[in-house]
């Protein structure tokens, strides 16, 4: 291998060109990152950096120095095109990058809303610009609404009443979270969230966002409801960041799909939020959009890009949030018509573990400010 690249500075990138390393490559190694600043981590952006407790700068995850010491480059801009058969990449400003190996790790991009998200007072949370202009929103709002009530949706929720704003979270399921956690503990998390103050109307969704002057003020439900609003948060799920792709000739359905090695096409390997894969442990095709993931994957990705695709990636896998005083942590994978069941402790003592099984069989555990206890059960899904 005389050549690498790897496309995309995010956890996963990082973790790529550090496995490369370690397992001795000693070639040329390029990091193609899309954004002007060193690569950083994305989960304390709607936690310590959206409350204020922490710098924007504490979340780099190396500084320039290693990367120097790891004698890898990091180019500054986009990748516009891929040539598998040349072996090439482009950059949107036109210059190419050669390889003989190549690794995606391109992530996701918010979803939009159809209609008013162009409105000014409207955000997304992705990168540090993002915050910034929602730190500075809720400066100079009495009040926001949330559209989505997935854990990135509630944590921005949790923020916002920290900082004293009135808080609506708008979502079309019956319960936040319910997709990452069921329907379950999707109720302990209402719960939480109302005893905080949040208005949470569930089982309804957004039509449209209305302005006045260019600048959002009202959110539409679909009910015929009328919510004001100073600012919002559009926190509706993400897509793969594939559009530089699209004439590759790599198979991209939810994200580059790969193999259970995390293998798009000889020489190409894909990983973190934007990889799509066939996991062996569940003999299913997954993408999955968490921070452990990207770090395994993107090792994972390495070493079979310089071993040949020796090591199947089977991750049991791990996510968590934090909201209010409460760390949810969950371990395995919740598939459809799985059932909940509380285990130890109760929602009542603020503290719990809720077992998943499908067919009798243990799939996933959520730890609900149970850190301690989490592990033991890991290890059951382990087997
Ligand atoms: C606000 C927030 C909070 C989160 N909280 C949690 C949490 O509590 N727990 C948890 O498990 N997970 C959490 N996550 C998810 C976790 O951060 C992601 O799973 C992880 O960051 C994915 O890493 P990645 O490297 O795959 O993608 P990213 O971190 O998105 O990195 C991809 C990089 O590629 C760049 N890029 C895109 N297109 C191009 C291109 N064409 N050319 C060059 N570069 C490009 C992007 O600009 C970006 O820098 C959170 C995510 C966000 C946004």
Redesign the pocket.
């Known amino acids: 291998m005389e050549k690498i690249v790897v496309?995309?500075?995010?956890?996963?990138?990082v973790a790529a060109a550090e496995a490369l390393r370690q397992e001795g490559y000693a070639g040329p190694l390029t990091m193609?990152?899309?954004?002007p600043e060193l690569?950083y981590?994305?989960?304390p952006?709607?936690?310590q950096v959206l409350t204020g407790a922490w710098d924007a700068d504490r979340t780099r995850l190396r500084e320039a120095e290693h990367y120097a010491d790891l004698g890898i480059r990091l180019v500054h801009?986009?990748?516009?095109a891929l040539d598998t058969g040349g072996r090439t990449v482009r950059l949107a400003d036109g210059y190419t990058l050669p390889y003989d190996g190549l690794i995606i790790?391109?992530?996701?991009r918010p979803r939009r809303l159809p209609a008013g998200h162009d409105l000014d007072g409207v955000h997304v949370?992705?990168?540090h610009p993002d915050v910034a202009e929602l730190r500075a929103a809720f400066e100079t709002s009495r009040r926001i609404v949330i559209v989505g009530a997935g854990?990135?949706g509630m944590?921005v929720a949790a923020a916002a009443r920290g900082r004293g704003l009135d808080v609506i979270v708008v979502d079309p399921l019956a319960q936040p979270m319910i997709r990452q956690v069921g329907p379950l503990v999707g109720a302990a998390v209402a719960r939480l969230h109302r005893e905080h103050g949040v208005d949470l109307r569930t089982d309804v969704g957004v039509r449209e966002l209305r302005g006045t002057r260019g600048r959002v003020a009202d959110v539409v439900l679909t009910d015929g409801q009328v919510l004001a609003a100073d600012c919002v948060l559009v926190a509706i799920g993400a897509v793969p960041?594939t559009g530089?792709l699209a004439t590759s000739g790599l198979a991209l359905g939810d994200g580059v799909e790969c193999d259970e090695y995390c293998r798009a096409a000889p020489g190409v390997y894909a990983?973190?939020?934007?990889a799509s894969w066939v996991n062996p442990r569940y003999q299913r095709r997954m993408r999955v959009?968490?921070?452990?993931?990207?770090t395994e994957q993107?090792a994972a990705a390495a070493r079979n890009l310089l071993r040949g695709d020796t090591e199947p990636f089977a991750p049991l896998p791990y996510?968590?949030?934090?909201q209010y005083n409460v760390k949810i942590q969950v371990h395995g994978y919740l598939p459809d018509g799985c059932t909940a069941a509380i285990e130890e402790g109760s929602v009542d003592d603020g503290k719990f573990v809720a077992l998943y099984r499908a067919d009798g069989v243990l799939t996933a555990v959520l730890g609900w400010n149970a850190p301690a206890r989490v592990p033991g059960y890991r290890k059951l899904l382990l087997g």
């Open positions: 496309v995309g500075g995010g956890a996963a990138g193609l990152c899309g954004e690569p981590d994305r989960p952006l709607s936690k801009g986009r990748a516009d790790a391109t992530g996701v949370l992705r990168g854990f990135l944590e960041a530089w990983a973190g939020d934007v959009e968490h921070r452990m993931n990207a993107g996510f968590w949030t934090d």
